[in-house]
């Protein structure tokens, strides 16, 4: 027979059918998300390169150095992540499909990240850990009825997602106090990112809010408030329904004005809901068996190691690691000029035209144009052969002799937009069959 025993307290208890829904969303995330399509992609490019022309985040080096870049095992470990997903979507065999998630990601979405800038979709590889850890199938399960009822082996891996959002916001936020202080609060850095994202995203069509006095200083504010009350809020349920609206709130405008979609976590803060509460499911724990302590154990274990790391990198500023970053801050004053890639095509007569490589990434122009890093002439001849196959670069390339880079000083100036690079800085000149002069 086994021994009841009392519950300390009910603020520990949490209901299976609230993890469950949190499974759910952490998997079809998952299932959808093109970070996962497209990391095969980034293998296929990235193999090609020597390794000192790919930049490794902090705590990935060992694992790209001992396994590199290979195009095949990359497809592998995204088949590992899809089957584990959908394991994970069906309810059944939860437990090693998100360890197979878990494995699968920490190899395959770290290869995005050597072209040089690092996405922040980390939060991705710790909800699948956690559930992992988690007894998350026992509601919401293909052909299995849930009889569970609310305890403290479901309500700690929930309070652990919640504090793990809690940290995603919180150290931004601080660092925007720390290292950006008054001129963060002015709006001033939060109008040089304005420019620097709509350079970057030339497409986006966003209201012109830096012409509105005080406006920035506003909301920079608002934002330092958000993030730093975000480990406040998760401790109440009635924070928790105002983190969830804040924070979608947030999106929405980060979204809208600087093209930031974070398309991968606001799906998560379903953990925010009471579902089973909503759905008159709630049931005030009286006592708890025995045998859910040992259960709580794998769960603290892997919580404990995330908040952990998580939180040492938060603390440290570090926006450029794997599998554990602080997530982007924005608390530095990037200046009003924005460095670039610049690319023409040298005739016999000595003239210069331009290549257009919108379609690059500003994280790889960036890592060619030697910002962070050396400037890798066998990188550029690999990426030279990649936009030379493209039809406008083809037909510009006819007749040309070689090809010229160099590193761009851009204005991010809105009036400046349109305007030639303040400055070129030439970095290399190859002939136009990619392979580096003598």
């Known amino acids: 027979m086994t021994r009841a025993v009392p519950v300390a307290s009910a603020r520990w208890q949490g209901d299976p059918l609230d993890l469950a829904v949190l499974r759910i969303a952490v998997a079809g995330v998952l299932l959808l998300s093109a970070d996962v399509r497209g990391a095969t992609v980034a293998a296929e490019q990235l193999a090609a390169l020597p390794a000192e022309a790919l930049a490794v985040p902090l ?31 069906i309810g059944r065999f939860t437990r090693p499909g998100f360890a197979l998630v878990t494995v699968s990601g920490l190899y395959l979405l770290a290869i995005p990240h ?5 996405v922040h979709y980390h ?21 299995r009825r849930s009889t569970a009822s609310a305890s403290a082996a479901y309500g700690l891996p929930l309070r652990i997602a919640w504090a793990l959002i809690a940290v995603i916001f919180f150290f931004p936020g601080a660092w925007k106090l720390i290292g950006g202080g008054a001129d963060w609060l002015s709006g001033d850095t939060l109008r040089a990112h304005l420019y620097w994202k709509w350079v970057q995203s030339p497409a986006l069509v966003a209201p012109r809010i830096d012409r509105v006095p005080g406006l920035l200083a506003i909301g920079a504010a608002a ?123 040298l005739d016999p007569d000595g003239s210069e035209r331009p290549v257009p490589i919108a379609a690059t990434g500003w994280g790889e122009q960036w890592r060619l144009a030697g910002i962070g890093g050396p400037v890798s002439e066998a990188a550029l001849a690999a990426y030279w052969s990649r936009i030379a196959e493209r039809d406008e670069v083809r037909s510009l390339a006819v007749g040309a002799e070689s090809v010229r880079f160099y590193r761009a000083a851009i204005s991010v100036l809105p009036d400046d937009r349109g305007q030639p690079p303040l400055r070129l800085t030439a970095l290399a000149t190859l002939p136009t069959g990619g392979s580096p002069e003598p």
């Open 223 to 345: 934002v330092s408030l958000l993030e730093l009350g975000m480990p406040l809020l998760v401790l109440s349920r009635r924070g928790r329904w105002l983190a969830l609206g804040d924070a979608l709130g947030f999106h929405a405008l980060t979204a809208a004005l600087m093209d930031i979609h974070f398309s991968s976590l606001w799906p998560l803060y379903v953990v925010f809901v009471p579902w089973a509460a909503l759905l008159g499911r709630e049931r005030a724990p009286e006592h708890t068996s025995s045998d859910v302590r040992p259960r709580l154990l794998p769960a603290a274990l892997t919580g404990g190691a995330l908040l952990l790391g998580a939180g040492l990198t938060g603390v440290a500023g570090q926006t450029q690691g794997w599998p554990f970053a602080c997530y982007p801050t924005f608390h530095q004053h990037p200046g009003w000029e924005m460095p670039g890639l610049w690319v023409t095509v």
């Open 123 to 143: 939060h991705l590889l710790w909800f699948s850990a956690l559930l992992a850890a988690s007894p998350c199938d026992h509601a919401l399960s293909l052909g």
């Open 114 to 118: 050597l072209r040089g800038s690092v």
């Open 59 to 89: 705590g990935s080096g060992g694992l790209i150095d001992a396994i590199g870049v290979r195009p095949g095992l990359a497809r592998a470990a995204q088949i590992g992540i899809y089957v584990g997903a959908f394991l994970g979507l």
